[in-house]
């Protein structure tokens, strides 16, 4: 939905990236509060926070958080 950011979490979809093989990730637990980074930037070597990992949906797949300027405008707040 708008104003969150999420990601596609496949557990058996995964691939090691040094050899290709096939692995299965872990399910995405405790990491409520982590920091959910932008790939895309983080291939090129920048580090780009783009929200707070919240809620992980095993039946779709996929892992949501709240968008990173929702959190600094909370910040600002307090």
């Not at 058996?12 to 982590?34: L, Q």
């Not at 790939?39 to 580090?47: A, V």
């Not at 780009?48 to 809620?55: D, K, Q, R």
């Amino acid at each position: 939905g708008s104003g969150y950011v999420g990601l596609r979490y496949p557990k058996g979809r995964n691939r090691n990236t040094d050899s290709g093989k096939k692995v299965i990730a872990p399910r995405p637990s405790g990491m409520s509060g982590c920091p959910v980074l932008d790939g895309d930037k983080l291939e090129k070597g920048n580090i780009s926070i783009i929200g707070v990992f919240t809620t992980y949906r095993r039946e779709q797949g996929m892992a949501f958080g709240e968008r990173s300027d929702k959190i600094i405008r909370l910040l600002d707040v307090m």
